[in-house]
């Protein structure tokens, strides 16, 4: 095997698709959909902006006890108010009927609504008022505006969740679910424009030139590579642009499991890159024209699909179940499910390193047998290679 | 020997036996041609020859010894179904084949454009292929074969769909190769160029080589010679008792006649018909040596 010729077929695959106008346009997306959703996120309007628009009616209602109204609404509501002094109640009803005020508030005290109370307007003015109440009687009962203050120091109220995870379960899972989009993309991607460079040899016939030069092994490697290493920057550049903007924005509140999901994402999507641009390269290496690669593209789908399922399942609901423990150690499903259950941090650290491990092997055995199978098929021309005649050259037999 | 020499290849792709038998050899320095009916085992033989299809027996050898990866790099290929990347420029694309041969990137880039130029391309350099005529492709696809400046060259049907001027070309650069040291072996329909070019050639017809030799030699073997009379007057009646009359311009008569037929003889009583204006009598030409060998 010739490193120096892997490298040569590597380098020409990487610059003849990163220069082709399509793979720009969508990793030119991927990436600024990484950068600009947290800086979005950032920039957007936050809870305090975003709040509930109420409208109050007063009916000769002092600015002291406005004021009060307005101190309690803060980061819970946004208040605007009307000046109903001297209105004829009628008018104040019809204009509560009309929707131009959300309630109105008299020197009763009283408040009055259209049909029906709302709990959480009623909630901030009851308190205001009953503080401006505790604030008048302090003064009567002869208290000092130190003693009145500590009377009204508002008591603090601690939240607590009986699951530590769900706090930042929703960050999680979004993170997952995004890295488990990457890690079924990026290889359908890629292992596609591999196979499509293997039947563009083959129909094109330049194949019987580079065989001239060229053993078919160290073909299909420096193929595997160079794309798998297009795959793996793509991979890169988009998960450093999300992780650059998210420090960098302070968009959210990133938990642990989700730093220790990023660099087993990483990993595995590079380990599914070999695995499924191998098993694309296969597969192109069986037909002899493009169109006809949809006849044999169908078996791969099924480990991916399955794969993405499991690992869905896995991302919403027990990532800790049977199946998904057994799909994380097949080659085929396990990058899909290794970076799903890290994050769910529903995974033991010997399940990891058997999962890569299994991983890696899986692998090296794909990449023999497709390699024993490509000595055989690159020059068939002609119908495509049937399975039956697939599994005999996997098996190591010759074809005729 | 020095150069190439194949003995005893057969291959049998299912039930078909594609080759039975076939012998060649390409000496250093020398043009062989390759002939042979579609089918004959022509393309097949020079994929054994490159290791692109494992030979069920014979060998292949080069200098006398087994032919290896690291001999391969030194061949120049050009195959029948003309191969190339529709979508890279053209100084890319022989560059990058040169590279895979074994050069450097510096030497594979220099070489690039010599040989864009050499083939009347240096212009169109940063085109892609797919913008080229057909004629041009195959200009570059020779560039390809030539860039490593190969020891042997397989050529597979060089001259098949090429223009007069692209011909001319192509056969000035075969010559220069073998000038340069190089072996060169190529198939060829055109059996007038193969004539022309080859000192040496090798016949095949069902998987077997039917026939080796200089072309004097194969043209020498043949059982029959072309006996050509052009008449001062009238055309007689007169025709060789063996032989066979072939469709002639007016004021001429041609014969074959058996190999064994006595020339002077025959010119004898040719002269005591009629009036001789002039004779030739000569063994047929590859065309014919070549169908006479495999059948019409």
Redesign the interface.
């Known amino acids: 095997m010739s490193w120096t010729l892997v490298k040569e077929v590597a380098d020409r695959e990487i610059r003849t698709r990163a220069r082709t106008k399509s793979f720009r346009v969508i990793t030119g997306i991927l990436v600024a959909a990484a950068i600009i959703g947290p800086i979005v996120s950032a920039l957007w309007p936050n809870s305090g902006d975003d709040l509930r628009q109420v409208t109050v009616g007063l009916v000769d209602v002092d600015e002291t006890t406005r004021q009060q109204i307005v101190a309690f609404a803060e980061g819970n509501l946004d208040l605007t108010f009307q000046d109903y002094t001297g209105v004829p109640p009628a008018e104040v009803d019809q204009a509560l009927s009309d929707g131009d005020i959300d309630v109105a508030l008299d020197t009763g005290p009283t408040l009055v609504w259209d049909r029906e109370t709302d709990f959480e307007i009623a909630g901030v003015i009851y308190t205001a008022l009953q503080q401006q109440e505790v604030l008048v009687r302090g003064r009567v009962l002869g208290l000092g505006e130190g003693d009145i203050a500590q009377l009204l120091t508002p008591l603090q109220v601690e939240e607590r969740f009986a699951d530590e995870l769900r706090e930042s379960d929703g960050v999680v899972e979004g993170v997952a679910f995004l890295g488990l989009m990457l890690a079924l993309n990026i290889p359908i991607l890629f292992g596609q424009l591999t196979m499509m460079s293997v039947v563009e040899e083959k129909s094109t016939r330049v194949i019987e030139v580079l065989l001239g030069h060229i053993r078919p092994r160290t073909l299909l490697l420096g193929k595997v590579l160079g794309l798998g290493a297009l795959g793996a920057g793509q991979l890169l550049v988009v998960v450093g642009g999300l992780t650059a903007a998210l420090l960098l924005t302070s968009a959210l509140d990133i938990p642990a499991s989700v730093w220790r999901f990023m660099p087993i994402l990483v990993v595995s999507t590079l380990g599914a890159l070999a695995v499924y641009n191998t098993l694309f390269a296969l597969l192109g290496s069986l037909v002899s024209r493009q169109e006809d690669a949809s006849q044999v593209i169908v078996p791969v789908f099924i480990p991916i699909l399955g794969g993405f399922l499991a690992a869905n399942g896995a991302l919403v609901g027990d990532a800790e179940s049977a199946l998904a423990k057994v799909l994380t150690l097949v080659p085929l499903t396990a990058p899909m499910l290794l970076p799903v259950r890290v994050a769910r941090d529903a995974i033991a650290p010997w399940e990891i390193a058997l999962s890569l491990g299994l991983l890696v092997v899986g692998v090296l055995v794909l990449i023999r047998i497709a390699g024993r199978v490509y000595e055989f098929t690159l020059l068939h021309t002609g119908s495509r290679v049937g399975w039956d005649q697939l599994l005999r050259l996997s098996r190591g037999a010759a074809l005729d | 020997m020095e150069g190439l020499r194949v003995e005893g290849l057969h291959k ?3 039930d078909i036996v594609a080759l039975r038998g076939v012998d060649l050899e390409v000496p250093r320095r020398q043009m062989v041609g390759f002939l042979g009916p579609n089918g004959a085992g022509k393309t097949t033989t020079m ?1 054994g020859i ?5 030979m069920d027996a014979g060998s292949v050898t080069w200098d006398g010894s087994a032919i290896t ?1 690291e001999d ?2 030194h ?1 120049g ?1 050009m ?1 029948q ?8 420029k053209v100084h890319e694309h022989i560059a ?2 040169g ?4 050069l450097d990137r510096e030497t594979a880039d220099r070489r690039a454009n010599d040989w864009a130029e050499r083939v009347g391309l240096s212009e169109r350099g940063n085109d892609p292929i797919q913008e080229l005529s057909t004629g041009n492709q195959q200009r570059v ?1 020779l560039a ?2 030539l860039v490593h400046e190969p020891e042997l060259m397989i050529l597979d049907e060089p001259f098949a769909g090429l223009d007069p001027v692209a011909v001319s070309t192509l056969s000035d650069v075969m010559a220069e190769q073998v000038e340069r040291g190089a072996s060169v072996v190529f198939s060829s329909h055109q059996l007038d160029l193969v004539q022309d070019l080859a000192e040496h050639v090798t016949i095949v017809a069902g998987g077997e080589t039917q026939a080796t030799g200089t072309v004097t030699e194969l043209r020498n073997r043949s059982t029959h010679r072309r006996l050509e009379i052009q008449w001062a007057g009238p055309v007689p009646t007169w025709s060789p008792p063996d032989g066979e009359a072939q469709d002639a311009p007016p004021g001429v008569s041609r014969f074959v006649v058996p190999a064994e037929s006595d020339a002077a003889a025959l010119i004898a009583q040719a002269s005591s018909a009629g009036t001789l204006a002039a004779v030739s009598y000569e063994p047929p030409d590859l065309a014919a040596v070549f169908l006479e060998l495999v059948g019409s």
């Open positions: 049998q792709f299912g994929r490159l290791g692109l299809v494992a990866d391969r790099h061949i290929y195959p179904e003309r191969g190339l990347y529709p979508g890279m990058y084949i590279r895979l041969a074994g696809q390809v074969a």
